[in-house]
């Protein structure tokens, strides 16, 4: 089955900077790649997605970037604000199959 | 619209017992799936239906089993309680169950099994 990567697992950054959190996958035929972020004792929420025909999309201060040759995609999170703070997930749709398969999170501390 | 519900919000249980836990999705949607979430796991994929078929099931044992009703509200069973099954347990639903649609998830309920 599908086996996602995702590193780090805690990022602690500065108000102000940059935030980036990446992700590997194994089944090449994946196509759709969501990124989830969960706050302390909330429901994971859809923040942006990216097809595997795109490389790039942009939402304000969020981008989600995708090597489909190397099998991987990233997070990129700038000037980041203490409200960023949360566990974000990635996850990937299987090639075949309606069965999402998350990363196990990375918990993001923005410092004021 | 109203979002996706869950009930029970909490439940706690004692090991052997059976719980079954209920979804209601987004109205008009019709694909509901369901994950356990753990610390030590993350988010764990259990089973999704659409239009009261399972079309797809994680890697659990027997004891997890689900179903959906007509109006796409959703249940899922977990019989012989183990302690390992304490859990956030989370649904999700989308519109028309195609393969790249967002999910929207529930609040989840949260199972302590003692």
């Known amino acids: 089955g599908e086996n996602v990567e995702q590193h780090p697992s805690t990022l602690s950054v500065q108000e102000g900077d940059s935030a980036v959190i990446k992700c590997t996958y194994s089944?090449?035929?994946?196509?759709?790649f969501p990124w989830y972020k969960q706050e302390l004792g909330k429901r994971p929420q859809l923040i942006i997605d990216?097809?595997?025909?795109?490389g790039e999309k942009k939402d304000q201060r969020i981008a989600v970037t995708l090597n489909k040759t190397a099998k991987h995609f990233s997070l990129h999170i700038t000037e980041t604000q203490p409200e960023d703070s949360a566990v974000y997930f990635c996850?990937?749709?299987?090639?075949?199959?309606?069965?999402?398969?998350f990363g196990k999170g990375t918990l993001l501390t923005v410092n004021p | 619209k109203a979002g996706v519900t869950q009930t029970p919000r909490y439940l706690i249980k004692t090991r052997g017992q059976q719980v079954t836990l209920s979804c209601s999705p987004i109205?008009?949607?019709?694909?509901v799936s369901w994950y356990q979430q753990t610390p030590g796991q993350g988010l764990q994929f259990l089973f999704e239906y659409f239009s009261e078929t399972q079309r797809n099931k994680g890697n659990f044992p027997g004891r997890f089993s689900g179903r959906q009703f007509s109006n796409s509200r959703s249940e899922m069973n977990v019989s012989t309680l183990e302690l390992g099954d304490s859990a956030l347990y989370l649904c999700a639903s989308s519109e028309s169950g195609t393969r790249e649609e967002t999910q929207y998830f529930g609040p989840g309920t949260r199972l302590l099994v003692l």
């Open positions: 996850a990937v749709l299987g090639g075949s199959n309606y069965k999402l398969t």
């Open positions: 089944d090449s035929a994946s196509n759709y």
């Open positions: 109205s008009g949607h019709r694909s």
């Open positions: 990216i097809r595997s025909n795109v």
